[in-house]
Structures are given as C-alpha cells and as structure tokens.
C-alpha cells in the first residue's frame, strides 16, 4: 500500500470495528468473550484498542523522544467504552491527517517516522475487528490490499523483532503459503497473527 492510502484505509476501519462493537455489545453484552484473545472479554477489546489509539495518538502529537512521559488514560466505565472509542479513534485520525508521513517519531521499530504509525495502527484496527466479529461470529473479508500489506509488515516488522537473530537453528522448518484468487477481490483474514501490546 501506498502511504496515503493507510489514512483513509483505518477510517474506515475505525468505523467497521466501532459498529460492530456496538452490535456485539447489544446482542452478547459486555462481558462477552473474544474468541480470538483467550481470557479478554468484549470490554477488554474496546478498551485496548482505545488505549492504544491514544497512545500512538500522543506520540504524534508530542513527538516526544520515547515513552517515559506518556500517561496512561483512567479505565473507563464499561457503558463509557464506545463513546471513549469513537473520541480516540477520531483524536488518532485528526492527529495523524495533520502529521507528515515522513515526520520523525518514537516508535518500537527501527523505523521511526509518522508512516510507520500510520501502517501499524491501519493493521492493528484490522486484526481487532475481526477480534470483535468473532464476537459476531460474523467475521467479514477485509480488502485484499491492506491483508497484503498486514502479511507484508508481519515479515518486515514482526518477525526481525521476535527473532532478531533469525530462527532457531534446530527448530528452522519451511513452509509455504499459496494464494487462492477470489472474484470480488476481498481476502479472508489470517487466522493466525501475532500480537503485540502496542
């Protein structure tokens, strides 16, 4: 994906798991399980997704050197969870449409710029969604270019930096992945991922 194409990609997003949020919230309740984040519970799911959102929403803004000045928000309420959803995700989308892509920010990876803010927080959105229409049990197809892009920043980013050194010698195993052509041009998402706290 093109850089400019992540901003409008994770409104998107935003709005996808937003709703489906409040769907699962009204059909299965608060305390609903996710299926794809053993021991989380809907309100867990909201909640760190708006955590999160806040988190990168500061680093943005501040362009603070690292995280050691960050403040993490209060808990909120369970029947505050969505309106607490729907402030970060539009604070991170304002923040983020004023933010050169090429601005130099903290982050966890080696690359360290608003674009790289911009990918991950687009593919951290996406795997949550699909998190809460497990929920659902109305998991959708998510578009074909922003699942390439999520299988493309797994090998650039992800696995360097949970084997730094590559892999285990006496563990290596090869494997190979086959893609099947779909008309309307959506993937289906992984079912396995990895997660990250931020």
């Known amino acids: 994906m093109d850089v400019d194409e992540y901003l409008p990609a994770l409104e998107k997003t935003n709005a996808r798991f937003a709703a489906a949020a409040a769907e699962a919230v009204l059909a299965h309740g608060w305390r609903a399980p996710v299926p794809g984040c053993p021991g989380w519970r809907l309100a867990d799911l909201v909640w760190h997704l708006s955590e999160v959102q806040h988190f990168w929403a500061w680093v943005v803004r501040t362009r603070a050197p690292d995280p050691s000045t960050y ?80 299988l493309d920043e797994w090998l650039e980013v992800m696995v360097p930096g949970a084997l730094p050194d590559g892999p285990p010698r006496a563990r290596t195993r090869s494997f190979s992945m086959r893609s099947t052509p779909v008309p309307s041009g959506p993937c289906s998402p992984a079912a396995g991922r990895s997660r990250s706290p931020r």
């Open 71 to 150: 403040v993490a928000p209060v808990r909120r309420p369970d029947d505050e969870l969505l309106g607490w959803l729907t402030a970060q995700n539009a604070e991170l989308e304002t923040v983020l449409a004023g933010a050169d892509p090429h601005s130099r920010v903290w982050t966890w990876a080696p690359q360290q710029d608003v674009a790289f803010v911009l990918r991950r927080q687009l593919q951290e959105a996406t795997v949550h969604t699909v998190d809460v229409e497990q929920v659902l049990g109305d998991v959708r197809p998510i578009a074909t270019d922003v699942g390439l892009d999520g």
